[in-house]
């Protein structure tokens, strides 16, 4: 998570200051989360109002332990987020834990002594979770404004400008994601041909012509395809915190769920993910053939590409109609189609908006463009679809 400046926040009369926020979660800290029930907590009781977390109107302890646990995870998991969750008591077991064992606890996490980490890292630790809850609120700010687009109220335009930002994130996975899925039908599509010495495009080629050749280099496009989408991904997870943001928690999920499975269904690890997205980044305009020189220069490039191929190779689906439950191509396909299917309805769903406000330009230039690109992508994959089958 990005650090904010203190008064962010302040300035929306509906979400608390920073200041309070931080006052009552360093409260917080040295009572412990099993005591909530008996203070007040006023801040943190409007955050928890602001993003719907509360059923009724009385302060609830359960919707600040989830308000806690949401701002929390925006640490990103690592070591800072093990330790604020200490610090809280919101890992397993650590509720009524005394607050200097939760100090010590998160000390000997990070490292450090009791005394220096309560001088300098638990005050950051406290103001993170602060700006964690206000990035929560923002978050909901920005539902609250999707509703409106999608029924069509007047939204506040700078926020409508906002979510096709959003957007023009979520359609930079979408492109790779779309050539993922179709260069690995490719590759299937070409093995189910029938062998052929001639080009099946064109018989009355001269070109020699291999199905393997043809399929491998399907493949090859497929993991490039793969490198880009694990770039994106990561350009996503820095620049919007990895927060998948649409108008409910629901349509958040299944998304989230789809991307995960793009990147579970093929026998790559985290690590073989960064160092493609890393070698990705570093070739020449990031092309395919630059890339695979690269990939071929290197011993674990090899091995990877080696490992990519059999993957793509493992589909032994005899035709679509006939796919295996455990086919792990099929399965990232789906999943590739899966994401793109959703985030085209989501932009569909609010697009109308855009174009219905002839008034506001900057966000009809953006939608349109969005749109556009949108159309000619198609397009483009529609003739590469072409030129390749
Ligand atoms: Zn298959």
């Known amino acids: 998570m990005t650090a904010q400046a203190p008064q962010d926040g302040a300035d929306d009369p509906e979400t608390p200051p920073f200041p309070a926020l931080f006052a009552e979660l360093s409260v917080l800290r040295e009572r412990g989360l099993g005591t909530v029930r008996h203070h007040a907590y006023p801040a943190l009781h409007a955050a928890c109002g602001y993003c719907d977390l509360l059923v009724g109107q009385q302060q609830d302890p359960a919707a600040i332990e989830e308000l806690l646990r949401k701002a929390v995870s925006l640490l990103g998991g690592g070591e800072a987020g093990d330790a604020a969750e200490y610090t809280f008591g919101l890992a397993q077991g650590t509720k009524l834990w005394s607050s200097g064992r939760r100090r010590a606890q998160a000390a000997a996490l990070m490292e450090l002594s009791e005394d220096r980490f309560r001088k300098q890292q638990e005050r950051l630790l406290i103001e993170q979770v602060a700006e964690g809850v206000l990035t929560l609120c923002r978050a909901q700010t920005m539902r609250r404004t999707r509703l409106d687009l999608e029924r069509r109220h007047p939204a506040d335009s700078r926020l409508a400008v906002k979510w096709v930002e959003r957007f023009e994130a979520y359609y930079r996975i979408w492109t790779p994601v779309g050539k993922l899925a179709a260069d690995l039908e490719a590759a299937i599509d070409t093995r189910r041909e029938p062998e052929s010495d001639t080009v099946p495009w064109d018989p009355d080629s001269d ?183």
């Open 207 to 389: 070109e020699p012509y291999d199905r393997e050749d043809q399929a491998l280099g399907y493949g090859r496009y497929a993991l490039h395809a793969y490198a880009w989408f694990q770039l994106e991904l990561h350009d996503f997870m820095t620049r919007h915190g990895g927060l998948w943001l649409f108008s409910d928690h629901e349509v958040e999920a299944e998304i989230a769920d789809a991307v995960y499975r793009i990147g579970w269904h093929n026998p790559l690890n985290q690590d073989d993910d960064s160092w493609l997205r890393r070698t990705l980044a570093d070739s020449r305009h990031r092309e395919s053939q630059h890339f695979h020189a690269v990939l071929h220069s290197t011993r674990i490039g090899q091995i990877t590409v080696r490992e990519w191929q059999d993957y793509v190779r493992s589909c032994h689906c005899p035709d679509d109609s006939c796919i295996a439950d455990d086919c792990q191509v099929h399965s990232a396909i789906q999943a590739c189609r899966d994401y793109s299917h959703s985030i085209d309805i989501e932009w569909r769903r609010i697009a109308d908006w855009y174009r219905a406000k002839p008034s506001a330009t900057v966000q009809d230039s953006h939608g349109t463009r969005l749109y556009g690109d949108l159309l000619s992508q198609r397009v483009r994959s529609r003739d590469t679809g072409e030129e390749n089958a």
